[in-house]
């Protein structure tokens, strides 16, 4: 038997980077030529030898792959397999599509009866409100199903609305109506499926069978009661949504007046929460049916339960006189040690309604949809009835199931913005992604007030005013009442957040109606004012997408502030979102509208009423609302240079932005003023820009000054910066949007 020494022996540096089938079976030659180069020397391709080397590359080279594999499939950038990019984008809270649906607006009509009393008007009594969830076929694609997402109210009047004259009597009065509404659908069909569920199970999973489920519906057990999806099973609050049909409160969302519902700022859908046990979430499968996932926790109902399941009767009790419960940490998601991931269900049949279809399929083309159903109104008007359904618009946005790729970078998006809102982008985003039938809102500023916080100082004077001071008035009297309340069944931040606008409402607007011989700032130190460290500024779009909002609308008595429904979803939908420690308070944000006086000089080739014209449009759409902002100049000088681009403008006399005066020209007038208010109700008016010009005031309409209908107060002429190009929005204290608001009356101009 040989020996080996230092001689003899040759050692070996193993590469451990060598994973493919010919480096490794080179590293097995060395290796052996190394160990054994006195045993085998005989390394021939042929050889019993270099087959067992080559055997063991080959086993090398496989395990290598899966290995590497393996760990590509554990990261995101680099997985490739559906099952496991669906895993990790759960992982993430990006819950993966199985299909997209289609959206279209399909608008509907009907035929009502003149008013007896006056054939010029509408008798909304035979008026009629169908349900949401009418099925439409599509022409092109019998498959092709398209359900309406809200109810259909004929009896609500709008401008947009197309009331038009149906058919006439001999003498040429109006007989009929054929009252247009418009609604939103998606390329969909409801399904249901009954589940029976015996003995409870942790994480009971329930799988739907159909491969292309759009949205749950609804899950009701046999007992008639509601089980709720949530984004996680730790969600014990979920969100409800109220149409303003089933509202009582029906003027919540619209104002009512004579002869119908009169919309200016549509909030159809009000939103609360509700805390329940029964909850469940959705999951995308890979074969790409949809699961159901229950909780952990039953209802004992008297009944024995196995131990390892949560008392839900017992959640969050704990028993008293136990020391070591002092030390006990509660999680802030989940709760203490007792708390629950929702009930499962327990001897029960669940009912489940769905939504399928969606695909690029259903992105059908207008006019496509016109088979008009034949359904009953709901609110009981057997008489009322469609008569017609067209979409003008095509269908858009369906699409087929998410490929790996698209699952992937989503995901990546979705958990870079980690569900909150934490930074000023964050909080406007969110604002701008509210569902649309919780409200529409137009524009968003958020402001954070991060070293303006309560003080109890300022508290301290607020009572000491109070206790002291007889000729306050009555603002002030609500604000002992609110901080001398004892009601505890009125959070305190609702206190803070009246104090808030009290006190906001006497700073702001400090007026004949209350009785202060000085500012308040004479008694109150309103540094220390500030309740709230997060302020979201919102203006909305009424049904003519003017903008619509006003911060002092209650002082002066005007209703043409944004909706309280709609304020109340804001802050209902943030809350899903915002810190704990962050207290959001809605605020309507300030407009300022204005007209435009131009003077060109045309070619002498032009036809100058087409160059009019020309200018006209090029001005209307370069303020088309949709461009501007809180807080956002006007740009005269870019102005003029989009008028010298027009087609026969040889030059620019003069264009001037103006509420009323064109100051910059011949001195001439809009027909009306552009303003109703003024920003401080102060007889001295206020400082707006900070340059120490006086730029608002009171306007007195009693005497022909502003017109109704419009917005603030500005001096135009005295916001010009020092070149004269560009026109400053007021301070950043009242976030502004500068509006267009009637360009075919407000825009004044002449071509010479």
Request: proline residues 4%.
């Amino acid at each position: 038997m040989p020996t080996y020494g230092k001689e003899t022996f040759k050692e070996s540096n193993v590469n451990y980077l060598n994973k493919d089938f010919a480096s490794l079976k080179q590293s097995l030659m060395n290796y052996a030529k190394s160990y054994f180069p006195n045993t085998y020397r005989d390394f021939n391709e042929t050889s019993p030898g270099m087959m067992l080397l080559e055997m063991n590359a080959y086993v090398g080279d496989v395990l290598s792959f899966y290995i590497d594999q393996q760990y590509r499939e554990m990261l995101l950038p680099l997985a490739e397999e559906r099952r496991n990019i669906i895993t990790m984008a759960n992982m993430f809270g990006y819950k993966v599509k199985p299909i997209v649906p289609s959206y279209v607006d399909l608008t509907f009509t009907s035929e009502v009866n003149a008013s007896s009393a006056d054939a010029s008007k509408v008798d909304y009594s035979n008026a009629g409100t169908f349900d949401a969830g009418i099925e439409i076929v599509s022409n092109a694609n019998s498959d092709v199903i398209f359900t309406t997402l809200e109810p259909i109210d004929f009896t609500i009047t709008g401008s947009n609305d197309g009331d038009t004259i149906g058919t006439t009597t001999a003498n040429g009065l109006a007989s009929t109506y054929t009252l247009s509404r418009t609604v939103r659908a998606m390329s969909a069909t409801e399904k249901t499926i009954t589940f029976q569920v015996g003995i409870p199970e942790k994480f009971k999973t329930i799988t739907i069978p159909d491969t292309n489920v759009i949205d749950i519906i609804s899950c009701v057990d046999s007992n008639g009661q509601n089980w709720y999806e949530v984004d996680f099973l730790a969600q014990d609050k979920v969100p409800i949504t109220t149409h303003y049909t089933d509202d009582i409160n029906r003027d919540s969302a619209y104002s009512t007046e004579t002869g119908g519902l009169e919309s200016t700022a549509a909030v159809p859908y009000s939103l609360t929460y509700l805390t329940t046990t029964k909850r469940f979430t959705r999951e995308t499968n890979q074969d790409n049916t949809t699961s159901l996932v229950f909780g952990n926790g039953v209802l004992k109902n008297g009944q024995i339960i196995d131990e390892g399941f949560l008392d839900l009767e017992q959640v969050g009790i704990i028993i008293p006189g136990q020391t070591n419960d002092l030390n006990q940490a509660i999680d802030p998601l989940l709760g203490d040690e007792y708390s629950t991931l929702g009930e499962a269900p327990n001897q029960t049949t669940l009912t489940i309604t769905y939504r399928v279809g969606g695909g690029v399929n259903s992105n059908v083309s207008s006019g496509d949809i016109t088979n008009t159903p034949t359904i009953t109104a709901q609110n009981g008007n057997t008489s009322a009835t469609l008569t017609s359904v067209t979409n003008n618009a095509p269908a858009r946005g369906g699409k087929d199931e998410e490929d790996t790729s698209e699952i992937r970078e989503k995901s990546k998006a979705f958990f870079a913005t980690q569900n909150r809102a934490v930074t000023k982008e964050d909080y406007e985003a969110r604002v701008l992604n509210l569902p649309s039938k919780y409200g529409n809102v137009a524009k968003v500023y958020v402001t954070a007030n991060l070293n303006k916080k309560p003080n109890e100082d300022f508290f301290n004077q607020i009572n000491e005013i109070v206790t002291n001071s007889n000729s306050v008035g009555n603002d002030l009297n609500l604000i002992e009442t609110v901080l001398g309340t004892t009601d505890e069944t009125i959070p305190q931040q609702e206190k803070l957040e009246a104090i808030q606008s009290v006190i906001s409402n006497l700073i702001s607007n400090n007026n004949n109606t209350i009785s202060l011989s000085n500012d308040l700032s004479d008694y109150v130190d309103t540094s220390m004012f500030h309740l709230s460290p997060v302020e979201v500024t919102v203006l909305g779009y009424n049904l003519n997408k003017q903008l619509i909002g006003n911060p002092h609308a209650n002082t002066l008595g005007t209703n043409d502030n944004l909706p309280t429904t709609l304020k109340s979803n804001i802050k209902k939908y943030l809350e899903n979102f915002n810190l704990l420690t962050d207290t959001v308070v809605i605020l309507d944000g300030y407009i300022v509208n204005f007209g435009v006086f131009f003077d060109v000089i045309a070619e002498k080739y032009a036809d100058k009423q087409k160059v009019k014209l020309a200018c006209l449009q090029k001005i209307k759409d370069y303020f088309r609302i949709e461009k501007m902002q809180f807080n956002q100049p006007i740009y005269k000088s870019q102005l003029e240079f989009e008028l010298m681009g027009v087609e026969g403008v040889r030059s620019i006399g003069h264009v001037t932005i103006t509420q009323h005066e064109d100051y910059g020209g011949d001195g001439n007038l809009l027909t009306s003023p552009t303003y109703t208010y003024s920003y401080s109700p102060s007889g001295n008016g206020a400082d707006l820009n900070g340059d120490g010009i006086i730029d608002g005031g009171f306007v007195d309409q009693s005497e022909g000054e502003g017109t109704s209908g419009y917005g603030f107060k500005y001096n135009f002429k005295n916001a010009l910066s020092d070149d004269g190009t560009i026109i400053l929005p007021p301070h950043n204290a009242t976030p502004t949007v500068f509006e267009l608001k009637n360009p075919n009356v407000n825009i004044q101009g002449r071509v010479r």
